[in-house]
Each structure stands twice: as C-alpha cells, then as structure tokens.
C-alpha cells in the first residue's frame, strides 16, 4: 500500500509577514505537508495584491496555495493573545518583520520560546536582523542591487540592466524551507530547537561567490559583458522576424561550431581564418554577430531554434509570455495549472472579493513518491473558522466578539 | 530511526550525497554540504571541467585553483571514478549503495545509457533518492534540448525581461541559472530525506527542469498569466520598474543608487523630501498621490524628477538619509563593496578558509545566522582527496585500489 503521508505530515507552521520570499517559504513547506496557517490583517493588505495594474495579485497563488488563511490584527491585546495562542500549537514559526516592529507588537522571540519550548524559529528581513542596518526597512526588489549582480548585468559602458522582478526573495524563499526541514529533522534527533536569522541581502551576496574569491586575490571587480561569455561565441540573442522576437545562440565547442556551419549552409565566411579556432571566434565577435545576426534576421525565432537543436547546437527562442503560455513542453509537463485569483479592493478589504480563474505555475521539483501538492488556494481569513474552533477551541461568541472588536480581523 | 544525528553546532545529519553534477546542479550539493551532509564529488579521473575553469587564484592556472570551483565545491569530499568504464561502474554501484542521495545533471538518459539510473541502482539500494537537475526535466518534447546558462535565460523568459526596452534581451550576469534548479532540487532532497526518515517513507526520484524552476524566480512578472488574461506580452524596462513607480536604479553623485516606493504613505515622504531639496512643486500634483500603481501614467515624469533629486545626494547619504524619513533607497554594490559591509561583518556571513595550496581566503557561507547551528568551514577538496577513505570503508582492499588506479578507472 502507498505511504499517504506526506514529507511534512503533522507539522504546523505559523506564518507572519508580506511580500514574497516569507510567504513562498510557507507556501514550499504546504506543498511538502506542513500545515501552514498565515496570519494576515484586513487592515493592511499586503501590497502583493496590488502588483501588477493590469492583474491584482499575479504571483498570489503561487506565494499563497494550500495554507490556512486567518486574520488576526496581532497590534490588538486580544489579537496578540490569540497570536499566542496558535504559538503554542506550532511547531516552526516564520516571520520578516523588522525587530523593532515585533518589539511594538509585543513579539519577542525568548517569550515564545517560553509559549513553546522546541519551537524552530525563522527570522528573516532584507538587509538583516542583527548587525547596524537592523531597523532599517528594505524591499527585496531593491535588495538584490545590494548583493553585487546588478553591476554585473548589462551591456559595457551602460547602466546595470536589472530585471524587473525580486530576484534576490526566491533565492531566500527558496532556500528558507531547506533551514527549517533541516532544523526540524535536527530536533527529531537531538531534541534541540533553533533560531535562523537570515537575509535577502546575505543570499544576494552569496550568490557572488566565484567573484568575490576572485577579487581578493587579483582586485578585480566583475565587468558588464552583455550578453557575450568570457567562453564561447558565437553568444547572444540574435533578433528574428516579428515584433520583438529574438532566438539565443551559445556555441561553446568546435563540434557545435561544425554543426551550426552546416545549418546555415556554409557561407564562405565561415571557412574565414578569422573564425577558425574559439579563440579567433571570440576576439572576432562583433563581426562575427552581425553575420549570425544577418543570418537570424530573415527567418523566424523558431526556426532558428528548432534548425539549431535538430543539429544539437545549444539555442532557445527568448520565451515572451504567449511563448510560455502556448508551450507545448511546459503543457506536457503539466506545469501551468488552472487557479482562482481574488482582486483586492483597497476600499472593500474583507475577502468578498472578485474571482477569476487564472494559472500558476506547479512546483518545479516532481517527488515520484510524495509529490508536493499543487494545494487550494483560499482567500485572506477563509479559514478563520476552522483555525480559531477547531485548532483553538473558540467558541462562536468568543470568536465573533473579537471579529467585532476588529482583532480577528 | 537508524539514521545518525548531526554534530553539535551542525544543522544536517552526515547524509551521504553523492555529487555528479556540472553547473547545473553545483549549488544545489554545495548547500547540502554547508550544512553538514558528507557530499562526495564524484569526478572523472582528469577532474570536474570545473576544475580548469578561469580566473584561477593569482592568475596561476592549476586543479586547485579556480575560484569558481572553489566556491562551489566547499564542504565537500572528492572521488574519482570513470563511470563510463565496466570496472568504473561496479566501483560506482558499491559506493551508490552506501549513499543517501545522488544528485546528477548528465543528458536525459545518459545515466540509463550507463545502466546508472535509478532504477537500477535502487535494487541494492531501496531507501535511494535520486535527483535529476537538468534544463527541461526528463520529460516533454524540450527534454534532450540543448542548453548553456544563457539559453537557460532564454528559454525561461528572464532575458525577456532584463534589458533596456529599445535593445536586445539581456542576460542577467553571474550566471543566475545555477541557482533557481539547484535550489528547488534542495527542498525536493530534503522532503523526501524528511519522507523516508520521519514518514515511514522509501527512496524516490526527482526530477528537476530548470525552465521551469527560473520561470518561478520571476513570479512577479507573471508573463504567461499576463498572455493569458490580456494578450500582452511582459517586456524590458531598463533600469526602472513598471510594477511599482518609482522604482529601480537612478544615478547618484558617486554611482548607483537604487529606490523604492511601495507605499502611499511612503510616496508622501519622499514627494515632501524632493520639494524641500529641489523647490520643484510639481513633485506634489495630486495626480501623483496615492498607491504604487496610481503614477504608472506619469512614470516619465516621475522618473525625470527622482534623478533630479538623487544626483544631489551621495549613495551613501540617500540609504541612510531615506531610512530617517521611512523610505527605502538601497546601494548598487559591488563585490569590493560586499566585503567591507558592515553589516555582513556582523551578521557572521565570512569565513577565511585555509586551502593549501591558494591559501587563506574569506568566503561567504550561509544565508542564515543561528546561535544553535552554523555552516561547516572546509575549502573544496583536491582532486581524488578522498579515494582510499571513501573506496576503503566500502571494503575495497589496497591492491585492488592500485589496480583500478592503474587501470585509470580512478
């Protein structure tokens, strides 16, 4: 008979905190089995909901499914003592406030360890929870410049080219679920708890590693090389036929080098001595792109690809959305999965909110034999009910006094 | 539980990993291996390519010496084995016996072209987890597509998306392809390491595309919901977002500065701030007020008015300043920049590891901080450093060891 149970059965998370990195931390350890319970307020929305204009709130499912979504506002006595409460019942507790905004609540981190002793505790903020920047507030989206990739981005000679996304809260995100799994397969083991502090800014600033070796030995500080390689060429995005449509080449060995002259026929600047060795390839490159480029240029981004890899030279069309969309690998894969969005209201913040149905994307990881869940998806306090009664032993006088009072709320 | 605890001060038990990725999965064991699993390299006899991958510590060139390789490989142990070679792969199917974890990122099929693949080496072996990190997942009709970092970017959209709206995609620097797959394959290896030992669970397979995992580095941005529910296709902004206005990296007196306004009240105080430094009162037109979203129209202007401010002002001055009035202005570093940060000195991220042969160096380890657990401090190990330990404990004598050494099979 298959095990049912899941990596994370019988693990219940408690979760506080906006924006990405923290909620997709609590949303991995759903997908995995954990009980998630994610305490939002009414009263300020995470700004998520809000980003981008043209959809509220793309990203939400994917930062939200399969946790339990409750309001509390946790800056009330009464919301602070039901925060507690679930304290008590959790096993990890996750959070990205500030420590002077948790010293306001009345959130302290030895108190409850008090509330609950083996309690593992995350605490991560952007630039760091310790350390002379503790109070200061960050955004990841920003953050990320802060771990050294930006200047490493973009063409020579021109400003850093960042990208707009937060790059530097998924590589936290991501990461955070590792520290607590491993932290509660520790406990299990050692009967110890733990406490993590980590950053948005120390998981940039790691990613730099191979650079920052680099500098300590030979001063030198990473350059702006576009789309080019210290490696290979031809390298670069080569513009197609159609409205912004481009097709990326990177040809890293003599054996792709032969087998791309063969797709485009051969032209006698290939057999040039200028291109005969990488080496020669590389210190010819301008050259050498405006004939890839003059080549590109006069069919389309998929032909390029597809004519490419038929003969195994590495190359992708640079997806835009409709490409994604309309994948056919990605749909054999099963990747993008129907969802419902709710559009927030700023003036109307109960969850009686607008519903459409979207997609989000799966988990990437496939588990053959506990495969992480594609999980629900409710909306901010769907879940009041069964948190406050049935996992706290409320009663509905008691629960609706303090909804009245605006606590749970 | 037959499994061991983990040293004190040490967050992950001794798991055996055993490590035959390239570029795309590097990370992924170097993470494991931080945090206390025995992560074994699996090379072939000339090493890991990576090994001979530039810039070299002085600029010397030697197996020992890439930064790159030494960066990703800390923490962890080294083996060679050809497992392209009948005796290579009996030696490898008593080591992948004795082994937790195996992590990979060889073509689709490869490892079963070898008679490698999970499962084969799962009837030795039932409490086996395999992870394949690789640039389409082992299914689909992309699986045996070819790849490099950059078509890694591509194929994803996030070269879509980086760049200047008027030029070419760009690809994000430092390689970010490594990450998203190696990452996500780390909490797949740890949930189902959590699924066989505390669930009652077995061994399994996991297959990781890194499309896919990079394509969930860019949630935000959303470009297949933004086709789907409008038909517009996301594209590059330059330096600026469009998500959020204002808000991206504008010039400073003595470099970069990055910025911020998410919201209303935050727009408030900066709008107030720019009138007091500039005079300019068209910073405070009602049009301008209100949340993130409200000044899309007015992105150009806006975005005109914000440099005219932060050119007046040092970087410095702007991170520290802002956070006096509730505001968000953070330095564009670079890697000099990182190692002389306060704030990374105090929250314990450097580490000076002595490797014989390049010497002392500060690396960054760990994402967190913990008084309970820390990361593990060993450089990357040379070449084959650990044959006799690793191939002897799994009983194989030292004349059969010379044997293979002689046959080139390790």
Redesign the interface.
Known sequence: MTNQNKPLSGVRVLELGPYVALPLTGRILASLGAEVIKVETNKVLDEMNFIPAWSRGGGQPEFQRGKKRITIDVRTPDGLEVFKELVKVSDVFITNFRRNILDRWGIDFPELRRLRQDIILMWQTGLGGIGPYYTYKSYGILVQHMGGVSLMSGEEGEPPATINTSYSDYHTGVFQPVAIMGALLRRRLTGQPATMESSIFKSGALTAGPAILDYQSTGRVPQRIGNRDPFAAPHGAYQCQGDDRWCAIAIQTEEQWQSFRQVIGNPDWCSEDAFSTMEFRLANQDRLDTLVGEWAATRTAEDVMTQLQDAGVPASVVSQGQDLYESEHLKARGFYQPTPYYLADRSNPAYEWEQFEGIAAANPPKMSESPMDFGSYSNIGEDNDYVFKEILGMSQAEVDRLAKNQSLY | ?S????ADGV???PYRILDLTGPEGVFCGK?LAD?GAEVIKVEPPAGDPARQR??F???EPGLERS??F???NTNKRSVTVDIESPEGQDLFKKLAASADVIIESFSVGYMKYLGLDFDSLKTNNPGLIM?SITP??Q????KD????????????????????PD????????E?S????S??????I??????R?????????????M???M????????????????G????????N????IP???Y?SKDG?I???I??PREWENLSNWMYEVTGNEEILNDDYKG???DR?PYNDIITALVIDFTTRFTSEELFHQG?ER??????????????N???????N?WFDLDHAE?GT?????????????TPVTKPAPYLGQDNDSIYGDLGIGESELAALRTGGVI
């Open positions: 539980m499994f061991q605890a983990p967050l992950l038990p993470l945090y530039p810039p510590i002085g600029d930064s790159y030494l960066f990703y992870a389409f997942g299914t689909g009709p992309w597509y070819k790849s490099t970092d950059l078509i890694s970017l591509a194929a994803s959209g996030f070269m879509q998306i980086t760049g200047d030029g070419p995609p760009l690809r994000q620097g430092n970010q490594h990450f998203p797959g990452q996500h394959a780390v909490t797949a740890m949930g189902a390491l959590l699924y030992d505390l669930q009652d669970g077995q061994g399994q397979y996991i297959d990781v595309s499309q896919e995992a394509i969930t580095y860019y949630t935000d941005a959303h470009p297949a919901l933004a086709w789907m529910q409008r517009e296709n996301v594209t590059r902004v330059g330096t977002s469009t998500l959020v808000l991206g990296a010039p970069w990055s910025a911020g998410i919201t949340g993130n979203q899309a956070q509730n505001l968000v202005f953070i330095p564009v570093n670079t890697v000099s920049d990182l190692l940060d306060p704030q990374l000195e105090a929250s991220f390049v160096l500060k690396y960054p380890l760990g994402v967190f901080d913990s008084d309970e657990v």
